[in-house]
């Protein structure tokens, strides 16, 4: 979005975001779409996401956000171990985070796709 024309950035000042002051950035398109950041003003580290769109059915306002929250230092790299997901205000989703790392050197074998369906055994539907 950042480079596409007629894209707005508005600063919308300071508010609270998973209970801590965070300063607001709001991003708005041509097609009306938003995204609100707000970033700790202590850490400069994202604490939400949210998203605000129209339903195309009811044209009621929905909005999805995603709250990060336990940041600790892994490999060098400020992560959050909780998140939270909340749909018009409501929380819907939680995960908090055990352990985790970064650049793991994964298996090129663990992405390989296994074809486990055979068409010529079909199933035989008795009626």
């Known amino acids: 979005w950042t480079k596409e024309p007629g894209v707005m950035f508005l600063y919308e000042g300071v508010g609270l975001a998973e209970r801590k002051q965070a300063d607001k950035v709001t991003v708005l398109n041509p097609n009306n779409d938003v995204v609100t950041i707000s970033i700790d003003t202590n850490t400069h580290l994202p604490l939400q996401v949210s998203f605000v769109w129209r339903d195309p059915k009811t044209r009621d306002r929905d909005e999805l956000a995603e709250g990060y929250d336990n940041y600790r230092p892994v490999q060098g790299i400020m992560t959050p171990f909780s998140v939270t997901r909340y749909k018009n205000g409501e929380p819907v989703n939680q995960r908090f985070i ?12 663990m992405f390989a796709a296994k074809a486990t369906y055979d068409p010529n055994q079909m199933p035989v539907r008795k009626k």
């Open 98 to 109: 055990t352990a985790t790392t970064y650049n793991a050197g994964l298996a090129d074998s």
